[in-house]
Structures are given as C-alpha cells and as structure tokens.
C-alpha cells in the first residue's frame, strides 16, 4: 500500500522568491516519485523523477526535488520564483513495475501562486 | 508524435446520449491510460493497456464504460448513456512501461453532460 500528502494545498510567494511545495509518502515498496505540474485547461506536465539514482534531482524550469528516504519526503523546490510558475503541483508516487496504473498514487495537489 | 494528442478539447452531451473520447499515444510508447478528473484537484484511474490488450480495468464503471486500442488507431473512451456526474476532464496518457517510467499525459477533453 502507499500513500502522498502534500502538506499544503495552497502556497503564495512572491515573484523572485523561493518555492517550497512539500510532499511526504508512504511505500511498501522502494517508491519512483514524481512532481507534475499542471496549468489551467492544460493536462499534466513532468517536471522531474526520482527512480532511485541520485537523490537530488534537477528538473525542468529550474525545479529540483530531494528524496529522503528517513523523513520519507520529497519536497519540490525553486530558487527564484517566476510569475508563469503559478499552476497546481502533484506529487505522484508509482509501485513497482507491473503493478499497473492503480499502482500510481495521486497527492491532492498544491496550488503555486506567484504574487507580483 | 511527440505528445498524447487528445480529441475533441471540449464535449458537451445531453443527459443519455453517447460520448466518444479519442487518444493518440506517443509514438513508440506500450502502455495508455485514462483518467478521470471530477473534482479539480482529484485524479481516478479508469483503465489502461499494454498495447491493445487491457492491463488494468480496476477503475472502469463496466455498466456504461467501455474502451479500446486498436492497432493503427487512436484509443478511444466511449460512454453509453451519459450521467451528469459523468461531467469531467477526461485524461489519457502513455508510458512505455509502468511503475518507474512516467506518464506523458495529453491535455485532456472536457465534457460536459447537461
């Protein structure tokens, strides 16, 4: 069984700022995570995975994510934020292979505004 | 190609008639997958496969439901007589596996029953 809590479900900076969105799972298995962002009218869009190499993991549009195993977290983070970051933010958590689609594990989802 | 192209953008249906969803996966890609987003932030997996096969229907109301992948066709996602409840962004979306490779995910159809 697994699980994904995203502690917030809305986080406003301002522009320029860091970001913080924060993620905390739960595996009986060594988890894949992924952070997905989707914007309005928009699908969701890979912003980067972590699979079990390096526990830092850069992304794209300047993300990045740590996987911490002993505080079972994966927290997104941005350096600077910029106004077209605004968007909603999951955290995904994914089985193993072959355990299917019901294997992938949606958080609630952390809605990302930028204030000018 | 290089996206999940998904069509149409927007489906409106009057209560009891028939909706039809189309999907193209990425080329090369196994695995399809359809989701169902009813309240903003909520996603429900329905159904996906390997190829044309179903590989997972746990999450497909079978009485109204159905779908398929043809080969050289797109997917579909059909709906018999629609609900309003059945009014949502429906999702589709490709791998070219499951559990480690993530999903590549098209920009959705909205429909709208009324």
């Known amino acids: 069984a697994q699980s994904v809590t995203q502690l917030d479900s809305h986080v406003s900076v301002s522009e320029g700022t860091p970001v913080l969105l924060r993620c905390n799972y739960s595996?009986?298995?060594?988890?894949?995570l992924f952070w997905y962002v989707q914007h309005p009218n928009k699908g969701l869009q890979l912003l980067l995975k972590?699979?079990?190499?390096?526990?830092l993991v850069k992304g794209i549009n300047g993300f990045e994510a740590e996987f911490k195993k002993s505080e079972t977290s994966f927290h997104l983070t941005k350096p600077s934020a910029h106004m077209s970051d605004a968007a909603e933010y999951f955290c995904v958590v994914s089985g193993p292979p072959g355990g299917g689609a019901d294997g992938l594990t949606f958080g609630k989802g952390t809605h990302l505004i930028i204030q000018p | 190609g290089e996206e999940v192209a998904q069509t149409p953008k927007h489906l409106v249906r009057g209560e009891g008639q028939k909706a039809k969803l189309y999907c193209a996966p990425i080329?090369?890609?196994?695995?399809v997958f359809w989701y169902q987003q009813v309240l903003k932030n909520e996603f429900k997996f329905l159904i996906s496969f390997q190829n044309e096969n179903v590989f997972d229907e746990t999450g497909m109301p079978k009485e109204r439901f159905s779908a398929k992948c043809l080969p050289n066709s797109p997917c579909s996602l059909e709906i018999q007589a629609t609900k309003l409840e059945d009014s949502a962004v429906y999702f589709c979306a490709s791998s070219l596996g499951t559990g480690y490779s993530p999903l590549h995910f098209g920009n959705g159809t909205r429909l709208t029953v009324t």
């Open positions: 080329k090369g890609h196994s695995y």
């Open positions: 595996s009986s298995y060594s988890p894949s």
């Open positions: 972590y699979t079990s190499a390096a526990t």
